[in-house]
């Protein structure tokens, strides 16, 4: 059986499953996630340009892994968002926050762990033509990133804090006028995450791409895509780790800050679409 692009799978099936402990909500997640096995053939399709044999390849590989993920890891998704129901239930601390990021980084890590042995054995099939096509793409993400880089900071600061006064009124309902002056204070105060991220982003493309043309074996392929995607911390930019910690401690102030100032009724609201969460990712589970 031939399973082309390993490493692009293996990161694309992340990117879909990690939708599940995103913060989404309603039908989108549960469509998402139901069709799963589609939207990644869809994206590797992309990345590669499968023929009607790898596709079908793809999908074969995909209902286990899918499968797995389903029954074993989506338990742990809803215990987590039980725990923050409960802590917003009660109210916010940074303690809270902390609790949270470390259990995301977990989950995050217990996801790739379990991709990483079938993105390895998907390595030593990749060919030179797949490489070309992976590596074409890749350059026009990181040309659309340039753009994107070129404005100035300030407007991608306005437009994030943008976003988060519509997440905001989306998990809260209507805002106050004073609750939008400081969320939008706090948010333009976070650091300017895109250039961090890009740079880690063009690594892990340099870093996949020499994994893709030195061919190893299985075993080792997979020890690589570990050591990259499950102990990221560990060879990643030093101002890439720099940003995230001081993202977290921006939005620790910011998360127990608007904690501080909800209605009761807006506690109520951002209990319930923990809750309407829960539901889903349980008949996810379950369905």
């Known amino acids: 059986m031939h399973f082309p692009g390993a490493p692009t799978s293996a990161r694309l099936l992340t990117s879909c499953l990690l939708m599940v402990i ?39 590989m995909l209902q286990p892994l899918l499968l797995q993920h389903r029954t074993e890891a989506l338990p742990q998704y809803e215990h987590f968002l ?21 259990s995301y980084d977990r989950l995050r890590a217990d996801l790739f762990e379990r991709i990483a042995p079938d993105g390895g054995i998907l390595l030593t099939t990749v060919t030179e033509q797949q490489i070309r096509s ?19 900071t300030l407007s991608r600061l306005d437009e994030r804090a943008r976003t988060m006064l519509s997440l905001a009124e ?34 892990r493309h340099r870093e ?20 990259m995607f499950v102990f990221p911390d560990h060879s990643a930019p030093r101002v890439y780790l720099d940003t995230v910690k001081d993202l977290r401690v921006g939005l620790t102030t910011m998360l127990v800050g608007i904690d501080r100032m909800l209605t009761p009724i807006q506690r109520r609201k951002a209990v319930a679409t923990l809750q309407k969460l829960i539901d889903d990712i349980h008949g996810l589970h379950t369905g």
Not at 93 to 98: I, P, S, V, W
Not at 136 to 144: G, I, P, Q, S
Not at 208 to 227: D, H, K, Y
């Open 82 to 102: 039980k725990d923050v129901q409960q802590r917003v239930n009660r109210g916010l601390t940074r303690e809270d926050l902390e609790w949270t990021y470390a």
């Open 170 to 203: 989306d998990w809260l309902g209507p805002l106050s006028r004073e609750q939008t002056a400081r969320i939008r204070e706090w948010s333009v105060a976070l650091p300017d995450t895109q250039p961090a991220w890009w740079q880690y982003r063009q690594q």
């Open 208 to 227: 996949l791409l020499a994994l893709m043309r030195r061919r190893p074996p299985a075993g080792e392929a997979s020890q690589a895509l570990r050591a």
């Open 22 to 60: 995103a913060l989404l909500t309603g039908c989108a997640l549960t469509f998402g996630y139901r069709h799963a096995d589609w939207l990644i053939r869809w994206q590797l399709d992309h990345y590669l340009d499968l023929s009607s044999g790898q596709r079908r390849d793809v999908m074969t």
């Open 134 to 152: 992976f590596e074409e793409v890749l350059t026009k993400e990181e040309e659309k990133a340039a753009r994107r880089l070129q404005k100035p």
